[in-house]
C-alpha cells in the first residue's frame, strides 16, 4: 500500500530564505507527483505535477524535483514571502487516472 | 466562474440526518472523486466514478454513498450522519485523456455533524 509522509509537519522563517519541503512515497511505480498549497479553510490549489520520467518542474519561485527511484522529491522556494504561509501537500498517483494518494502536509509560515 | 463547484459550501446538521453533498464541473473530465479531510490526516479517498456507469469504493467508504447523475455531476450523501464524520470534503476531476492526468479539486464543503 503506498504511503506518503512529508517532513517537517510545520516550518517556521523569516521573509526572504530558500526553504525546502519534502516528500517520500513507499512505492515507486508512480504515473505522476502533485504539489498543491492550501490556505486555511480552503481548497486546494495545483503548484506543480511532475510526470513519472521528469526530474523537475519550475513555476516561478517554485521548482519540484522527483528521483523516483529513491522514492522522494522536494518543493523548493526561492525568496520566500509572508504570502506563501500555507500548507503544502505532496500527492501521488499510482496509475493514470486514479486517486491520489495524500501526505499530511507541511505548514510552512514566514514572518515579515 | 470555477470549473468544479460545490453546495452547499458550509452545512451544520444533527446525528441520524440524511445529508447529500453536491459536486458539478464544466472542465468536461470523465473522472470525478470524492476525499475527506480531517485534521492530522491529511486527505482520503471516499469514492471515485471514471464514468456514468462506473463508481468504485475508496479508502473509507463506509458510512457513505454516491451517485453520477451525469458526467458533470457527483453527489456524496450520508445515510445517517454521525459526528466522526465532521470534515472537509472534497470534489475533483480528471481527464484521463490528459498526458498530465491532473487533478482539479473544489473550493471544498465543511460538514459539522452534532
Excluded at chain 1, 35 to 45: A, V
Excluded at chain 1, 55 to 81: F, V
Excluded at chain 2, 9 to 31: F, P, V
Aim: aromatic letters at 8%; a positive charge; glycine letters at 8%.
Amino acid at each position: 500500500k503506498q504511503e506518503v509522509t512529508q517532513i517537517p509537519a510545520a516550518l517556521s522563517v523569516p521573509e526572504g530564505e530558500n526553504l525546502v519541503l519534502n516528500c517520500s512515497f513507499t512505492d515507486s511505480a508512480i504515473y505522476n507527483l502533485q504539489w498543491f498549497r492550501q490556505d486555511p479553510g480552503k481548497g486546494l490549489t495545483s503548484l506543480l505535477l511532475i510526470q513519472s520520467s521528469q526530474r523537475e518542474q519550475t513555476s516561478g519561485r517554485l521548482n519540484a524535483s522527483l528521483d523516483k527511484s529513491s522514492g522522494r522529491s522536494t518543493l523548493y522556494i526561492a525568496a520566500s514571502q509572508p504570502g506563501d504561509s500555507a500548507t503544502y501537500l505532496c500527492a501521488v498517483r499510482g496509475q493514470a487516472g486514479t486517486a491520489l494518494i495524500f501526505g499530511k502536509g507541511t505548514t510552512l509560515s514566514v514572518s515579515s | 466562474d470555477a470549473d468544479v463547484t460545490q453546495t452547499p459550501r458550509n452545512r451544520i446538521t444533527k446525528t441520524g440526518k440524511r445529508i447529500m453533498l453536491e459536486c458539478s464541473q464544466t472542465k468536461g473530465h470523465d473522472r470525478m472523486y470524492w476525499y475527506r479531510q480531517d485534521p492530522g490526516l491529511g486527505l482520503r479517498l471516499i469514492y471515485y466514478s471514471f464514468d456514468v456507469k462506473d463508481i468504485n469504493k475508496g479508502e473509507i467508504s463506509d458510512g457513505y454513498s454516491v451517485s453520477r447523475q451525469a458526467q458533470a455531476k457527483f453527489s456524496l450523501s450520508l445515510e445517517s450522519a454521525i459526528p466522526n464524520q465532521t470534515a472537509l470534503y472534497f470534489c475533483a476531476t480528471s481527464d484521463l485523456s490528459s498526458s498530465y492526468n491532473e487533478q482539479f479539486f473544489g473550493p471544498g464543503t465543511r460538514l459539522t455533524v452534532l
